[in-house]
């Protein structure tokens, strides 16, 4: 079974690396990608309007442009329709550093972007192994 994957990330780099890890992981996951915070609550709000399913995931970026990342999560978290959508942190920020930000987010769920392919690879099997146990 595919998992649709909501994918917020302004950095296309990392949406290549993370895109690469997923193969390498053989996982089963088709990506969209919003570039920011306004992107994705579009998308997320033709979801609300029942216009599009809920995605299965979603990966957020916190340093993203315009909006917040941690103000994005939460809107998510504010709308019945996505509340319960497992959302993984994926930042190049510690979470030493954010945790103050989401005081209410599961830690487990919070992931550092690596600088190698074959540590991206390890943080998509991380994904896999947090969403499976949502």
Do not use: C
């Not at 994957?5 to 089963?28: F, Q, S």
């Not at 997320?44 to 990966?59: E, H, K, T, V, Y």
């Not at 998510?76 to 979470?95: D, F, G, K």
């Amino acid at each position: 079974m595919t998992i649709d994957v909501l994918l917020v990330e302004d950095n296309r780099a990392d949406v290549v690396m993370l895109a690469e890890a997923i193969r390498e992981a053989g996982l089963d996951y088709s990506v969209r990608v919003a570039r920011d915070g306004r992107e994705a609550l579009s998308f997320l709000d033709r979801q609300g309007s029942g216009a599009l399913p809920p995605p299965d995931m979603i990966i957020l970026d916190l340093n993203l442009p315009g909006i917040h990342g941690a103000d994005l999560l939460g809107s998510i978290r504010s709308q019945p329709e996505l509340r319960e959508v497992p959302v993984v942190i994926l930042t190049t920020s510690a979470w030493k550093d954010t945790a103050a930000l989401l005081a209410a987010f599961d830690p487990e769920a919070f992931f550092q972007k690596p600088s190698l392919l074959t540590d991206w690879t390890t943080v998509a099997q991380g994904i896999e192994t947090y969403r499976r146990r949502q």
